[in-house]
């Protein structure tokens, strides 16, 4: 892999490329992949995040992991759905701003549903949420599984692929508006979680 290929440390840009190699190595179901170790030397990317997108892939049933044996391909068609999508559904303006709210508001949904599911403490205390600078892909991706849905995830984990597709100029929240979400979320005040939301995706309250 040449350095201006080097594969960014995004979470969708990860699972992305795990399609790209699975398309290029002619794997079809029933094949192994490689181990963690050899996926994180191929992508050049951490062996924490490649963890993280086999973790998303299994969940929305592309793989399966066998003790003792490793991981395997289940079924891979699902990653021409983003081209299919792009090129015979979402065309127009309004279609895309559709996703883009439909993804919102599973964000939002989510962060209700946390309250009532998930041990927040572990979230809440990890600093790595908010380093420098915050990824918010990862962020919601945590987010959306805390919110234990598997339905949700798989919806929004296609919805942001397609969004970053998209590349568009969308606001950029900054560290302070997470702060604020996860100060909201320590509270559990729904009211100032959905002001917290609302402002760091610069939505309206109303």
Known sequence: MKPSEAVPKVYLEIVKQLRKMITEDRLKPGDKLPSERELSERLNVGRSSVREALRALELLGLIETR???????????????????????????????????????????????????????????????????????????????LADNHLLLRIWVILADYVNSLQLNMQKPVKTDYKRLLTALSDRDEEKIAEAYHLLRGLSNE
């Open 67 to 145: 003790r003792g044996e490793g991981t395997f391909i289940r079924d891979f068609k699902g990653h021409q759905l983003i081209p299919l999508l792009s090129t015979f559904i979402l065309q127009d303006e309004n279609s895309k701003r559709d996703v883009i709210e439909t993804k919102f508001l599973i964000e939002k949904n989510c962060l209700a549903l946390i309250l009532k599911r998930a041990d927040l403490e572990s979230f809440l205390t990890d600093r790595s949420m908010i380093k420098d600078p915050i990824n918010d892909d990862e962020f919601f991706l945590r987010i959306v599984q």
